[in-house]
């Protein structure tokens, strides 16, 4: 999580952002990941994923937020930078095949033409923002925070977008990475960020005040700091 939001203070470019497409390991579906702006995003879509996150404010068991956030506010929070989402892709190219690092498309894919008249509750995977997570002479460092819709929890898309993640934030400009509260509860995001080869730099005892995976009350969590280095 980055406690800023609004207009942000980002790095110097250091490649174009183009959709990217990846296969998933099950069913030889494939994900596409495409950067987006709010103003390039429908307003229906916008609602759907304002919903999305605000079910798992609710969950109260991954993001430190208490509450459910309004329209405006979450999209000054998700889209303060640099935002990505991840459609199931029916149409991805056939040589995709096993190219677990992914493969660029065409600069000019949209969402409306990869989720093809579909609903967006049927084809969004998931989505991420990548802002910095300090200001100033530390904004070189980045953070994201990502959202998989519960309905699409377990078909491995967490760890494809946690991949294009390292794809699209050194291009951003970012040296490096730093997750600030990845709670140990939270195991399925751990597994992630120690398979990607991230570093476990420190560990917060308490840090969270969360709801009890049973939904008996409440406790407090443990939460590790992540960190790798795109240098």
């Known amino acids: 999580m980055s406690p800023y939001s609004g207009t942000l203070e980002t790095p110097e470019r250091k490649g174009a952002l183009v959709p990217r497409s990846y296969p998933l390991p099950k069913n030889g579906a494939a994900l596409t990941v495409l950067p987006v702006r709010r103003d390039t995003v429908p307003d229906a879509l916008l609602a759907f994923l304002k919903d999305t996150f605000n079910d798992v404010v609710e969950e109260g068991r991954t993001y430190p937020q208490m509450g459910t956030l309004s329209l405006d506010d979450f999209a000054n929070y998700f889209f303060a930078a640099d935002c990505f989402i991840g459609l199931l892709d029916?149409?991805?190219?056939?040589?995709?095949?096993?190219?677990?690092?992914?493969?660029?498309?065409?600069?000019?894919?949209?969402?409306?033409?990869?989720?093809?008249?579909?609903?967006?509750?049927?084809?969004?995977?998931?989505?991420?923002?990548?802002?910095?997570?300090?200001?100033?002479?530390?904004?070189?460092?980045?953070?994201?925070?990502?959202?998989?819709?519960?309905?699409?929890?377990?078909?491995?898309?967490?760890?494809?977008l946690g991949r294009s993640y390292l794809h699209f934030a050194p291009l951003c400009g970012y040296r490096g990475s730093v997750f600030n509260l990845v709670y140990v509860s939270n195991e399925a995001s751990v597994r992630i960020w120690d398979g990607l080869g991230f570093q476990r730099a420190g560990l917060i005892p308490g840090a969270g005040k969360l709801k009890r995976k049973d939904g008996e009350g409440e406790e407090f969590v443990d939460a590790i700091v992540f960190f790798k280095s795109f240098v």
């Open 90 to 160: 029916t149409a991805a190219p056939a040589e995709l095949g096993d190219a677990s690092a992914g493969l660029d498309r065409e600069p000019g894919l949209t969402l409306e033409k990869v989720a093809a008249g579909r609903d967006w509750k049927e084809c969004v995977l998931g989505m991420y923002y990548v802002k910095p997570n300090y200001p100033g002479r530390s904004s070189h460092l980045c953070n994201g925070g990502f959202v998989v819709p519960s309905v699409h929890r377990g078909l491995r898309v967490g760890s494809t």
